[in-house]
């Protein structure tokens, strides 16, 4: 097999390669290594690459192979987002305050993937703090989409979307407040789930908003996506959100006919502020999902239409400023100790110099909508409206197995054109944020393409349904060719 075949590989073949010995999991990190160190300086998916712990483990994982001690991700190489701790390795959140932050202990993530002896590449960028929609806010570099280097791929985790899109890994792992796994899976052409809140341990997911962080799998296909939630899902002692749940298989889940199926449209989710062309194309794939078996019925989801942005908006930042108030100079990150005099510059001058444009306005907006005199007109009134949202998903859920939406109002957009302009950046989770808001889980799929860029399709199921997910998104795949289709950029 040739090396750029190998890159090709998705986790499930690459597993079958592995265990007849056809290949070694030496030779499949070093083929990834050899495409990073080609296509990074175009793409810049990664802040850390980690070529020396990952052929040591492959290594490792070869000898476990050879013992016939075999889990499903010995020897599978991947990438993490840079906001999930990984011991003895950077881990930066793509801000000043942490460029030099070496953590002295594992996400729980990271040890379930170590445990099964998965190979870790690198680490992926992501806006600063996982705050964005685009990957701009990286302090070290915007990444670029594959598809189209002048696009911006997504963000927050632009850097895991790109490196899947563009073979540079087998799979990632992002995380997700608002849509920041499923909206940059969308525009590089990938599979992006966001699990259930409280499925997958966020213990060593550095926070950004507590109550809406999930950690979920971004991979090339939907089998891949059932083996990686397989591999991180599960309860932890050390999550006091964790839920204590008994797993299933997901892969059960991987079946082809949608036949009692009954899925619901939001034909407010199909306005006028979404792409005519995305709208096209995500209406042909509710027809590929007819012709499966699936039942299907046009319904209103109004409230969260109207106010989801502006919960959205009051909770994250609320709860990011509380948060990222443990950046003080002292403890440990960036501090601007040296040019201050006294505790109190320290403090300002840390954070003043620190952190980016975007986590100051955050942090602003959050500390305004917390304090004494706002806090019933805003914060109170977000966590009521919070409610409203989910009950009317329950509602929903009550008559209908899943929700279908498009992922993104739009495809890729130009690197610089939403940087200078907040609130449009905003609208680019429109779709996405009502799902963390209500803590259910959700997956973007590729279903077409406009102009040569991809379109995503949301699914979008009740509370720890993630086999109804699975089941909608493999038959939909099966069915048809979309997440084969290669990004051909020139290196
Ligand atoms: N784009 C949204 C934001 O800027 C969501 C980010 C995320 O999911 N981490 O907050």
């Known amino acids: 097999m040739s090396k750029s075949n190998l890159t090709e590989l998705t986790i499930s073949k690459a597993r079958k390669l592995l ?17 990073i160190a080609e296509t990074d300086n175009f793409v810049k998916s990664f802040i850390t690459v980690t070529p020396e712990l990952a052929l040591k483990q492959a290594e490792k994982a070869d000898l476990l192979i050879k013992e016939n001690n075999i889990h499903d991700l010995t020897g599978i190489p991947l990438q993490i987002k840079d906001n999930i701790c ?48 685009s990957t701009e806010n990286s302090y070290f570099y915007p990444t670029k989409n594959p598809w189209d280097l002048d696009r911006v791929p ?71 996506s059932a083996l990686l939630l397989n591999a991180i899902s599960g309860y932890d002692s050390k999550d006091a959100t964790s839920i204590n749940f008994q797993t299933p298989d997901y892969c059960n889940y991987l079946k082809e006919d949608l036949s009692g199926i009954k899925i619901a449209i939001p034909e407010d989710y199909f306005g006028d502020d979404i792409d005519s062309g995305v709208k096209k194309v995500v209406y042909e794939a509710i027809e590929v999902l007819k012709k499966l078996g699936a039942s299907i019925e046009e319904i209103s989801l109004s409230v969260m239409q109207q106010f989801a942005l502006a919960v959205y908006y009051i909770i994250a930042p609320s709860e990011a400023s509380a948060n990222l108030s443990r950046y003080d100079g002292v403890k440990y990150g960036f501090s601007d100790r040296l040019n201050s005099g006294d ?17 100051k306005r955050r942090i602003m907006l959050g500390t305004y909508a917390l304090s004494s005199g706002y806090y019933d007109a805003y914060y109170l009134k977000a966590q009521q409206a919070k409610k409203m949202i989910k009950s009317e998903y329950e509602d929903t859920f009550k008559k209908y197995d899943a929700i279908i939406t498009p992922t993104s109002p739009t495809v890729a957009f130009k690197i610089g054109e939403k940087f200078s302009n907040p609130v449009q950046m905003y609208l680019s989770d429109i779709l996405t944020i009502p799902v963390n808001i209500a803590g259910i889980p959700a ?12 379109v995503g399709m949301q699914i979008i199921a009740p509370r720890l349904r993630e086999d109804t997910i699975f089941h909608i998104a493999y038959s939909y795949e099966k069915a048809t060719n979309w997440s084969k289709f290669k990004p051909n950029f020139n290196t």
């Open 443 to 454: 997956i973007s799929i590729p279903s077409g393409f406009i102009n040569g860029l991809p």
């Open 19 to 35: 265990d007849k010995r056809e290949i070694s999991s030496v030779e499949l990190t070093k083929a990834f290594l050899d495409k």
């Open 343 to 359: 505790l109190m510059e320290t403090l300002y001058k840390t954070r003043q110099n620190g952190f980016g444009p975007e986590v």
């Open 86 to 133: 990984t011991s003895g390795v950077n881990t930066t959140c793509s801000s000043k305050m942490l460029e030099n932050f070496v953590p002295p202990y594992n996400a729980t993530i990271v040890d379930k993937l170590y445990d099964s002896a998965a190979i870790l590449l690198g680490k992926g960028n992501l806006d600063e703090f996982a705050m964005g929609s």
């Open 154 to 224: 997504g963000g927050s985790s632009g850097g895991p979307a790109a490196s899947v899109s563009s073979d540079q890994v087998i799979s990632s792992i992002g995380s997700d407040t608002g849509g920041s796994i499923r909206q940059p899976a969308s525009l590089c052409g990938v599979v992006g789930l966001k699990p259930t809140y409280g499925l997958v341990s966020r213990y060593g997911l550095i926070a950004f908003a507590s109550s809406l962080d999930q950690i979920g799998p971004i991979t090339k296909d939907v089998t891949d």
